[in-house]
DNA sequence: GAGGAAGGGC
């Protein structure tokens, strides 16, 4: 070992011009003597020692490999980075923290190059606190050190504090450079301070495009995911269109963005567009997922099966996200049993697989098989996520099981250590709320220890709807018009209820409201698949010109069916109208159109698949259960929350939905 | 000398 004082001109950056050969050791070894004087240690050329960390870590023996690290005087910055990278692997923050403080002993810590590494490795282990003091104490901090703060805080979540952090770096006049942008347009994305990270977004965008990295993929693609996950669409599309190059991912984040934005048709053109425009690019397991759920979203049952054989073809049926979507593709097009197949010939499943298939049970109002499911889940040792609660208490609520789902959610806490989220009070207030228990779902309200969300005021309002409870209703209505003044749907929901109770005058107050608002009310619409198409069939529809033919088929069928008995149900209109009026406008609901519309060109015996938009009305429910015996026809019918299996005069969910 | 983008269950 070489000690001698340094002049204290002498700057760290020109020491590797000086000692070229020990680059290496020499980069970061200022170590402040307590004589204030800089003292400059140059270890030997890499010791024995050395080498044999170097070569205990490559074995995956950093036990050991630290050991003899106590014994080395010069360790070496290779040897460190070594050290660090098999922390990782091993994953332990007492091993991480003892190679740290190593590190600081042997004067590498204002080592640019290890500190990278150090927030990098406290990042992977979950501690945010440690690579924060990491940056906080490094002085001279290259892009690399930025870049790595920035992605550790994203990945934390601490989005908003990458975007501080990012302008305190403009500031100072460090560059970004093309990794920069895709840490920080990400932290936009987990930023939780919604409008003011979009704009940020923009703003980033705009620096992208100023500083000429246009033509640079991955920034393109993240842009567009940062779109996407702001529901920007329109925005996501456009960053797409314009690039000069794209790859399978890119292709893949717009699909994923219209799938997740309700726009599951045009994930499925740009889909066939990508099959068709780049015939070498081959859509993997990721592509899947997102075309899956559009098929789900659709209920394309048809496009399904056929992107299942691809999967299987392509060997992508090991992938445990690929498989659960089938799941709950299967399930959500109706045909629960080749969603349990799925399941049954995964040969590997997580809490994910099993969560699926308990919500395709519950949607299917099957609730007892979807308890005796989540059961034999924990039997098998795996712990429920808190989204198993949220599908077995959905199913639960789907049933009926009022008793079953409260031992459900107080299990959570007792028995799971799983503390209710908005979600799950969601779903009790729903469970109690559907079967008529109103007043003590209204009680787990004012019992919550945080404030109650609209997903829960949601609920109570809904419950109300069907059992036409005005007064918790307007309760419920008054918090929710706070809370989300931009959702049509409370509006309509309440003036249904007032219409129930035949408070005109109330319901024109709240139409007036609602028209005041500039709000659309959502319109219904129902979709039906016929050999491999999607039909959707709409009340008033000047573009299908079938739609006089399906509307006298309608008419002439409720005609024919009011003579065995079947009564029209016109309590749900929102005008005070005589009754023939009222008929008149029940028959032309979305979901009866479908209904003909199946019952024309569907082959018999075919069972009819129909999906619609909103909760199924009582009298097309009602008229469903007749024609299902009248025409002799199984109809299935998923509305917004879950399946009606239609059968000889009967519907699975037993008039309870 | 180092780091990046898309996807599962409600």
Redesign the pocket.
Known sequence: MFQFQTPQTLQPTILPALFHHQRHCI?AAFRPSPASSVTLTISSPTTNKNHSIQSLCRKGQLKQAIHLLSHEQNPT?YTYELLLQSCVREKSLADALTVHRSLIDNGFDQ????A??LI?LYSELDSIEHARQVFDKTTHR????W??IF?ALSLSGLGEEVLNLYRRMNRIGMRS???????VL?ACVVSDSGLSSLWAGKEIHAHVLRHGYES????M??LV?MY??FGCVENANLVFSSMPVK????W??LI?CFA?NDRPFEALRLFREMMLESGDMLP????M??VL?AC?AVSALDQGKLIHGYILRKGLDS???????LV?MY??CGDLDLGKNVFNQMDK?????W??LI??Y??HGLGSKALAVFQEMVQLGISP?P??F??VL?ACSHSGLVDEGKILFDSMVTEYGIYPTM?HYACMVDLLGRANRLYEAAKIIADMRDEPGPEVWGSLLGSCRIHCNVELAERASRRLFELEPRNAGNYVLLADIYAEAKMWDEVKRVKKLLEASGLQKVSGCSWIEVRRKIYLLKSVDELNPQIEQIHAFVENLSKEMMKKGYVPQTKDILYDLDSEEKERIVLGHSEKLAVAFGLINCSKGETIRITKNLRLCEDCHSFTKFISKFADREILVRDINRFHHFKDGECSCKDYW
Request: no cysteine.
């Open positions: 980069t910055q080592d640019p190059f290890l990278t590494k990098t290259t892009i690399y050190v870049n790595a992605r450079d093309r990794f920069t942008y895709t840490y990400k640079q993929v991955h920034i693609t993240t995911d996407a996950k790859n399978l991912v890119s893949s984040a994923a997740k993997n397991s990721v592509t997922v997102s759920q789900a992938i445990l996200p690929v498989m659960s979507t709950t399930a959500r499943r997580d809490i994910v697989s969560n699926s919500s395709s519950g949607i996520s989204i198993s949220v599908s959905g979600e």
